[in-house]
C-alpha cells in the first residue's frame, strides 16, 4: 500500500520568492511519484514525476523534486514565484508496476502568491 | 489538453436517481481510471480498468459501477444517489508507463 502526507494545507509566498511545497511518502514497493497541479475548475495537470531514474526531477513552469529515499520525502520547490503559480498542488504516489499504477493522493496545498 | 475527454461536465439531479458519467482516453491508452474529488474525502481512487477488464477497486461504493467497452471508453454508473455523492468526478487514462492523464471532470450536484 502507498500513501502521501503534505505538510501545510496552504502556503502563502510572494511574488519572486521561494515555493517551497512539502511532500512526505510511505510505500511498501518501489514507488513513483507525482506532483500534479489544480487550477480552479480545472482538471490535474502533470507538473513532474519521479520513476525511478534521477532523483531530481525538473518538471514544467520552472518546478522540480528531489526524491531522497533515506527521508521518504519529495518535496517541491521553484525558485521564483509567479502570479499564475497559484492554485492547489497534489503530490501522489503509485506503484512501479501496471497493476499498481492507481494513484493515492495527499490533501492537497492550496498556493496563493502575494504581489 | 489532455487528450481524455468527459461528459458531461456538470450534471445536477436528485437523491435517490441514477446517473451515467463518460469518458474518452487518449488513443492508444488501454488504462482507464475513474477518482472522486470531494471536500471531506480529497481524491480517492474508485476503479480501474485495463482494455476492458477490472483490474482494482479503491474506495467504490456497492451502488458505483463502471466499465470499458471495446473501443476503450468508460462509463461510471452511479445509483440511489444520495447528497453525499455530490462531487467532482474525474476519469484518467495512461500507457504501460504510469503516467496519468486526467480529464477535466465531470461536476455532480445531487439535490
Known amino acids: 500500500a502507498q500513501s502521501v502526507t503534505q505538510l501545510g494545507s496552504h502556503v502563502s509566498v510572494s511574488e519572486g520568492a521561494l515555493v517551497l511545497l512539502r511532500c512526505n511518502y510511505s510505500?511498501?514497493?518501489?514507488?513513483?511519484l507525482f506532483w500534479y497541479v489544480q487550477y480552479p475548475n480545472q482538471g490535474l495537470q502533470l507538473l513532474l514525476k519521479?520513476?525511478?531514474?534521477?532523483?531530481l526531477v525538473k518538471g514544467i513552469n520552472g518546478f522540480e523534486a528531489e526524491f531522497k529515499k533515506s527521508e521518504t520525502s519529495f518535496h517541491l520547490t521553484k525558485p521564483s514565484a509567479h502570479m499564475s503559480d497559484a492554485a492547489e498542488y497534489f503530490c501522489?504516489?503509485?506503484?512501479?508496476?501496471?497493476?499498481?499504477?492507481?494513484?493515492?493522493f495527499g490533501a492537497g496545498t492550496t498556493v496563493t502568491v502575494r504581489a | 489538453d489532455s487528450g481524455v475527454t468527459q461528459t458531461p461536465k456538470h450534471l445536477i439531479t436528485a437523491t435517490g436517481q441514477r446517473v451515467t458519467l463518460r469518458c474518452s482516453p487518449r488513443?492508444?491508452?488501454?488504462?482507464v481510471y475513474w477518482y472522486q474529488q470531494s471536500l471531506d474525502q480529497g481524491l480517492q481512487f474508485l476503479i480501474h480498468?485495463?482494455?476492458?477488464?477490472?483490474?482494482a477497486k479503491g474506495n467504490i461504493l456497492e451502488r458505483f459501477s463502471a466499465q470499458q467497452f471495446p473501443d476503450l471508453h468508460s462509463e461510471l454508473n452511479l445509483s440511489s444517489l444520495e447528497l453525499g455523492d455530490s462531487a467532482l468526478y474525474f476519469c484518467?487514462?495512461?500507457?504501460?508507463?504510469?503516467?496519468?492523464?486526467f480529464g477535466q471532470g465531470t461536476r455532480l450536484t445531487v439535490v
Open positions: 519521479y520513476t525511478s531514474a534521477a532523483t
Open positions: 484518467a487514462s495512461s500507457d504501460n508507463r504510469g503516467e496519468a492523464f
Open positions: 501522489a504516489v503509485s506503484g512501479s508496476h501496471l497493476s499498481d499504477y492507481k494513484l493515492s
Open positions: 510505500s511498501s514497493v518501489p514507488p513513483y
Open positions: 480498468y485495463y482494455n476492458g477488464e477490472e483490474r
Open positions: 488513443s492508444g491508452d488501454l488504462s
